[in-house]
């Protein structure tokens, strides 16, 4: 596990030289949501924990264009170590995600005076979570058993997801009032328990997803 933690640091340093066009890119997808969604604060709930699903072909197309998947061959270096490192280094973007999205949460319900539920806020923000990681758990298998070249259409699966309620929400009487939601108004052993199934979503879905992975990229012929 610590040589999976080194190879997921290396990751992100090598994230942060080409990070700012995907910063860009996260900011308008951030604002077109927030739009979208009539200024709604939760909105921002919704999106941002999904953004690192429009970035998961990044590492696997700088190994393609710089073989390093020949490198990592030849190095004393496991598949096993790749995978679980590429892994970690999902997940901690994701939850710098979530984590992201809570403080955006709270500054634009500060400066637009809209009201926020702290466990609405939360849940939005866990749900969110949930379905990236279902997203990364279908998305980092495939990347792994065919590489970039032959999975590249797999970066068409989050836009599709994504636009599809954006679109939706432009229809009239589309657009969701989340205001008129009292989230106190539910037990709170329901909102305790529907935390603890979109956890342990995420949880089976990002160990499916090492499990698969390891088995696919042991398999792999260069």
Sequence with gaps: MTNAIVFARLELAAFRVNAWPMILMSALVAMMTWVSSRQEPIGLAAVLPLLPVFFVTYPFLTDERGHHDLLYATLPIRRQTVVLGRHLFFLAIQLASGVLALALLAATAAATGRPLEPRLATLATMAS??????????????????????SRWIALLPMLVFLTPVALMQLPGGRVRFDTFDPTALPPSLLLAAGGVLLSVSVVAWVISALVSVRVYAGRRF
């Design 129 to 150: 979570l949930t379905a990236g990681s279902v997203l990364l758990a279908i998305q980092l298998p495939l990347l792994f058993w065919l590489g970039f070249a032959k």
